[in-house]
T-cell receptor
Framework: QKEVEQNSGPLSVPEGAIASLNCTYS??????FFWYRQYSGKSPELIMS????GDKEDGRFTAQLNKASQYVSLLIRDSQPSDSATYLC?????????FGKGNQVVVIP | DTGVSQNPRHKITKRGQNVTFRCDPI?????LYWYRQTLGQGPEFLTY????????KSRLLSDRFSAERPKGSFSTLEIQRTEQGDSAMYLC?????????????FGQGTRLTVV
């Protein structure tokens, strides 16, 4: 089992809708997670970090960490065409970032 | 200082040649990471440095790969006798202190194509 799993296929959402992304992880010792956004051909850009159980909101983004169920999610409210990208979940435990394969989001105007 | 800088941005090389990439981290960032990313996958960890010390290398890092960070500032990643399977985006990231859960920031990457 990979350390971090992102299994959903591409997600298409209408402009203004909510995009919901999920990530599961295998290491029960993981305490924090990062969400990166990656535009095609570009490098990952950090958009959210969450260090404790529960929700964290930052602008249109909300991250949720559920340690009991070992998943972390990202909600993007009021989706904009500029949100069209691949979103990567990353676990920083064990001295390096373990990434999921990413979820592609396409916001349709 | 505008962020992590990687050079070159693109590299095309013939199979069997050696290539070297450079990464300049954000000033005073102690940790420096190298990752490799292929199409449709998330970045895969290769190695990391704490200051000048290389503390961990992934099993992905074959003997043809070597990385250095001689003075604890910039780092180089060398690939010897390149193979077509080495074609990927090579990403460097840095973070400000020794904690593993500190946010890491990526450079623009070096895209390697082996022909």
């Amino acid at each position: 089992q990979k350390e971090v799993e992102q299994n959903s296929g591409p997600l298409s959402v209408p402009e203004g809708a909510i995009a919901s992304l999920n990530c599961t992880y295998s290491d029960r010792g993981s305490q924090s997670f990062f969400w990166y956004r990656q535009y095609s051909g570009k490098s990952p850009e950090l958009i959210m970090s969450i260090y404790s159980n529960g929700d964290k909101e930052d602008g249109r983004f909300t991250a949720q960490l559920n340690k009991a169920s070992q998943y972390v999610s990202l909600l993007i409210r009021d989706s904009q065409p500029s949100d069209s990208a691949t979103y990567l979940c990353a676990d920083p435990t064990n001295n390096r970032l373990a990434f999921g394969k990413g979820n592609q989001v396409v916001v349709i105007p | 200082d505008t962020g992590v800088s990687q050079n070159p941005r693109h590299k095309i090389t013939k199979r069997g040649q050696n290539v070297t990439f450079r990464c300049d981290p954000i000033s005073e960032h102690n940790r420096l990471y190298w990752y490799r990313q292929t199409l449709g996958q998330g970045p895969e960890f290769l190695t990391y440095f704490q200051n000048e010390a290389q503390l961990e290398k992934s099993r992905l890092l074959s003997d043809r790969f070597s990385a250095e960070r001689p003075k604890g500032s910039f780092s180089t990643l060398e690939i010897q006798r390149t193979e077509q399977g080495d074609s990927a985006m090579y990403l460097c990231a840095s973070s400000p202190n020794g904690r593993s859960d500190t946010e890491a920031f990526f450079g623009q990457g070096t895209r390697l194509t082996v022909v």
